[in-house]
Nanobody, 124 residues
Framework: QVQLVESGGGLVQAGGSLKLSCAAS????????MGWFRQAPGKEREFVAS????????DYADSVKGRFTIFRDNAKNTVYLHMNDLKPEDTAVYYC?????????????????WGQGTQVTVSS
């Protein structure tokens, strides 16, 4: 089983930065590929970023490309989302997730495990 715990959310002004962490634990955690999603109140969960090809490549939603960076520390079984130039529309609960393969990485149904989420609020 895989357990995921997000941290690092908070309140920040527009233009600021935050770094989110997702710590993975469990016997098979190293076999999963990681991604980030977010969900604002009253809206559908949307894809943010993902590590692909065993972590050697990345994929980003157009809305965050150039501002957000996903990376990992394999020794700590932790994946990060570094968010720069935050905008009010980035306000949401951010979730990390683990999947079995790199196929259709932007679809939430492809992910088997989810964290509890961490709140990011960007004020204007």
């Amino acid at each position: 089983q895989v357990q995921l715990v997000e941290s690092g959310g908070g309140l920040v002004q527009a233009g600021g930065s935050l770094k989110l962490s997702c710590a993975a634990s469990g016997r098979t955690s190293s076999t999963y590929r990681m991604g980030w999603f977010r969900q604002a109140p009253g809206k559908e969960r949307e894809f943010v970023a993902s590590l692909t090809r065993g972590g050697s490549s990345t994929d980003y939603a157009d809305s965050v490309k150039g501002r957000f960076t996903i990376f990992r520390d394999n020794a700590k079984n932790t994946v990060y989302l570094h968010m720069n130039d935050l905008k009010p529309e980035d306000t949401a609960v951010y979730y990390c997730a683990a999947r079995y393969s790199d196929y259709d990485v932007r679809t939430s149904a492809r992910y088997a495990y989810w964290g509890q989420g961490t709140q990011v609020t960007v004020s204007s």
